[in-house]
């Protein structure tokens, strides 16, 4: 399982879908250096995560706005998409040594928990 398989897994199976609870997991942990780009042309909003070895991007991007004009981000997000680049072991370490606040963000137990276990692995 590779990286960006590892954080889909993390959103289908832990975070009920929700990007932003995984962006957030990354963003406040430590060695954690954030970037943030808009880009207004695509209607794309891009934040990456870096890391010493790793790093996990997430994309939005949205649709032309029909009604506020003034706002470019106030249209419907087409998508959202994760990205991992990097060290896929180091990633695989930061999952474990941050394994306790993972489970207390998703509320992990029983086969969830069983399923985080087995990509640290």
Known sequence: MDGTEILYVI?????DS???AIAQL???S?????????????LLKIRTMNF????VKFEESYEAPEDDEDDIWSGDINSEDMIFNGDLLEFKTWL????????DTFNL???KLKKLDS???
């Open 11 to 15: 959103f289908d199976e832990f975070s």
């Open 18 to 20: 929700e990007v932003e």
């Open 26 to 28: 990354f963003e406040n």
């Open 30 to 42: 430590d060695g954690c250096k954030k970037t943030y780009t808009e880009d207004k042309e695509n």
């Open 52 to 55: 010493s070895k790793w790093s």
């Open 96 to 103: 474990n040594k941050n394994k306790q606040t993972i489970i």
């Open 109 to 111: 137990s029983g086969d």
């Open 119 to 121: 990509i640290i692995i």
